[in-house]
């Protein structure tokens, strides 16, 4: 996907290649504000992905997680690779790897990286073991985590942050980035300090007053996620299905009649206007597949982590998507049964867990 074009603070576009995409140690490690380390609570996808780049370009980091993921970085260490070809490894011995934030030393920065389900625990465990006002930035999906995480922890700055790129564990300790784009937060005079470090490490982060039209943005092409975890397919084969394009379609065109009915016009993240999405998704597959180019600038490694959600047994994010246009169309006097209806199915998977084909999704769906 394609980095969108909001009004950013200090915007540096993610530079191709190897080296570039990855980060170079030099130009992070000069001043890293107040010498403190950077806390990933969630070591994940996302995690992993963000502290990986910032340590590998000089930052400290330091990686709070479960012991599945810990192990696995233990056992091989921490590799980091993109659709650029970018590759960067961070030996195990390098990573500062922990069970809890408890008796962390101050953090500089922290980014919450945990799925929404886990995120006001995650908030109370952070509230208990930072100073207070420590600098915290959501760097998750859906509109409400960094309220819920602000709720949880109100001595806290916590700030909502976007992700627009695809992150997947490929195999233990190895991260692949398989689409682009440039990370987005809500201004804060702290996190400025930061962006020439994010930028230096391949993860520029643009600032800006009111990050709701990105994240919204964001939502609308994340309205997939449930329909990749439930075809079971790779996201760029499953996106070169029409079926499961008319699926995805209906559930954005319901969103975008309760964004337009609240007033709220979403950022573009891609080369199309969210308005253009439903038509452009509805095409033939062979038209799809020209048009929509740079949209499907997603290789083939790239799945959803609502599929791997799923296929782990774990609880899933779609109240903080789908969930969340149910909720948005409730109050402005529109409706989202698609959207219910994919809830449902997704929440039915552990009793009901088989892939569905295009054609039994839009039946299932009405669509
Ligand atoms: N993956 C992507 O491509 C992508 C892209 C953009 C945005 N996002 C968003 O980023 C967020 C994180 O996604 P992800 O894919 O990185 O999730 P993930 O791979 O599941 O990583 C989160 C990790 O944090 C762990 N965790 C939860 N609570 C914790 C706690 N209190 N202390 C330590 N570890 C804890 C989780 O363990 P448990 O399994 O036990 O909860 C899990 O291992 C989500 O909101 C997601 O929607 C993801």
């Not at 260490?77 to 490894?89: F, I, K, N, Q």
């Not at 998750?140 to 709720?151: M, R, V």
Request: charged residues 20%.
């Amino acid at each position: 996907m394609a980095p969108g074009r909001p009004k950013p603070t200090d915007p540096s576009e993610p530079r191709k290649g190897s080296s570039a995409a990855l980060g170079k140690a030099s130009a992070a490690s000069k001043a890293i504000p107040s010498g403190a380390p950077v806390l990933v609570m969630g070591a994940g996808a996302v995690g992993c992905w963000i502290g990986g780049c910032l340590q590998a370009a000089g930052a400290p980091v330091m990686f709070v997680g479960r012991p599945r993921v810990l192990n696995a970085l233990r056992a091989h260490g921490l590799t980091l690779t993109d659709l650029d070809g970018g590759t960067r490894s961070l030996p195990a011995g390098a990573l500062d790897l922990r069970e809890s934030a408890d008796g962390v030393p101050p953090p500089a920065l922290v980014l919450l990286c945990v799925k929404s389900g886990a995120t006001a625990s995650a908030a109370a465990e952070l509230a208990r073991a930072v100073p207070p006002a420590t600098l915290v930035v959501s760097m998750q999906n859906g509109l409400s985590n960094a309220g819920t995480a602000q709720a949880a922890a109100p001595a806290l700055a916590v700030r909502a942050g976007m992700v627009p790129f695809n992150i997947a564990e490929l195999s233990p300790g190895h991260y692949h980035r398989g689409t682009s784009g440039v990370l987005a937060a809500q201004d804060h005079a702290r996190l400025r300090e930061w962006q020439p470090h994010f930028a230096a490490a391949g993860v520029p982060l643009q600032l800006h007053a009111d990050v709701a039209p990105l994240q919204w943005g964001k939502l609308l092409l994340n309205l997939n996620n449930a329909v990749n975890a439930l075809s079971g397919l790779p996201l760029r084969e499953q996106l070169l299905q029409r079926d499961y394009r008319l699926c995805m379609a209906a559930l954005i065109d319901e969103a975008l009649a309760a964004l337009r009915a609240a007033g709220i016009s979403p950022a573009k993240l891609t080369a199309l206007p969210p308005a253009a999405l439903p038509a452009v998704l509805r095409l033939p597959t062979a038209i799809f597949r020209v048009l929509a180019a740079r949209l499907l600038r997603i290789d083939a490694k790239a799945r959803t982590s609502m599929a791997d959600d799923l296929s782990r047994g774990r609880a899933t994010e779609i109240d903080a998507l789908c969930g969340e246009v149910v909720r948005l169309a409730r109050r402005h006097g529109t409706a989202a049964p698609v959207n219910e209806r994919i809830s449902e199915l997704v929440r039915a998977w552990p009793s009901d867990p088989r892939a569905r084909s295009g054609a039994e999704l839009r039946a299932a769906l009405g669509v």
